[in-house]
């Protein structure tokens, strides 16, 4: 199976992540995943997930979440600089950010890796692998969207939260995994999560 890096940056939308994680994982892919201070904050609050302790304790009860088999999930912290994807000799198929904060997007389009989030995204641009990024804010300034359009020029996935409505969505969950779809589409791994058009 494939490997993904999954980030998850402080901004609405971490039920996107929870859905893209769990079809990662039921799907019996490998993910590497780090998860910034204000990410964890807001994964709690918009999903109810509580993670904390040290990374040993994260990743077991992500493991215990996403029922993962033993290695199959990674778990590094945001200030963690030595993790295998800090380093372009380690490859990942692809990796998104979701949801993608302003701050960390614009650290993303002007090469400011700080962290270890901004600096696994600096590397699938160098490298010139896929990288997916799922900006949710709203409404955007010029400054938002010039960032846009620089990652967009790199080559960058920009999909941004913004679920449709041909399939007339019945529930939140139908909403989520519309998007959670449409970036697994971008990332180039199969799904079935959302109906497409036509079929």
Known sequence: MSTYTIAISGASG???????????????????LSISGDGLSI??????????????DI??????QFEAKEGQITYY??????????????KVDAMAVIPCSMKTLASI????????????????????????LVPRE????AIHLKNMLTLAEL????????????????????MVDFIAGRV???????????PRWGI
């Open 43 to 56: 994964l709690n609050d918009e999903t109810g997930l509580k993670l904390k302790g040290s990374d040993t």
């Open 77 to 90: 912290d945001e200030n963690y600089m030595y993790a295998p994807i800090a380093s372009g000799s380690v």
């Open 155 to 174: 080559g960058c996935h920009i999909v941004p939260a913004m679920p449709a409505f041909y399939h007339h969505p019945k529930r939140v969950s139908d």
């Open 138 to 141: 709203t409404p955007l300034s």
């Open 184 to 194: 697994l589409d971008s990332m180039g791994v199969e799904n079935d999560l959302a």
């Open 14 to 32: 971490a039920p996107y992540a929870h859905r893209v994680l769990q079809a990662l994982i039921t799907g019996g892919h490998n993910v590497y």
């Open 59 to 64: 990743q077991y009860a992500l493991e215990k």
């Open 109 to 132: 389009a002007h090469g400011f890796a700080s962290n270890l989030i901004e600096r696994a995204a600096d590397v699938m641009i160098k490298e010139k692998r896929k990288l997916v």
